[in-house]
């Protein structure tokens, strides 16, 4: 062997290993936000087109033109039936009839 494998020798190539992952991990991290950026704005242009469509439509068929996506949806609230007392009939009752 070129040289002895103790205990520096091992925590150095620990270190150098570390450091080479972290500069990959960066490397592909920063590639992955570009990505994303790219697609986000991709979506945003097609969006806005869409809506640019969506009312020239509008304005040509004389419709009021289109809200943005974040209307506003009305929940109807649902009413709470109403609340009957059964008659119930026990044994006690079954066995004690007038007479």
Same mark, same amino acid.
């Given at each position: =062997?070129? #040289?002895?494998?103790?205990?520096? %020798?091992?925590?150095?190539?620990?270190?150098?290993?570390?450091?080479?992952? %972290? !500069?990959?991990?960066? +490397?592909?991290? *920063?590639?992955?936000?570009?990505?994303?950026?790219?697609? *986000?704005? #991709?979506?945003?242009? /097609?969006? @806005?087109?869409?809506?640019?469509?969506?009312? !020239?439509?509008? !304005?040509?068929?004389?419709?009021? &033109?289109? @809200? %943005? &996506?974040?209307? *506003?949806? /009305?929940? =109807? /609230?649902?009413? @709470?039936?109403?609340?009957? &007392? @059964?008659?119930?009939?026990? +044994?006690?009752?079954?066995?004690?009839?007038?007479?």
């Amino acid at each position: =062997m070129l #040289f002895g494998l103790d205990r520096d %020798t091992a925590i150095i190539t620990a270190v150098v290993i570390c450091v080479v992952a %972290t !500069a990959y991990l960066y +490397r592909e991290l *920063k590639k992955s936000r570009e990505e994303i950026d790219q697609v *986000k704005s #991709f979506i945003e242009r /097609e969006v @806005e087109e869409s809506q640019a469509y969506m009312n !020239a439509a509008a !304005a040509s068929s004389m419709m009021p &033109p289109l @809200e %943005t &996506p974040a209307q *506003k949806i /009305e929940v =109807m /609230e649902e009413e @709470e039936p109403s609340m009957v &007392p @059964e008659k119930r009939i026990t +044994r006690s009752s079954e066995m004690i009839q007038p007479q």
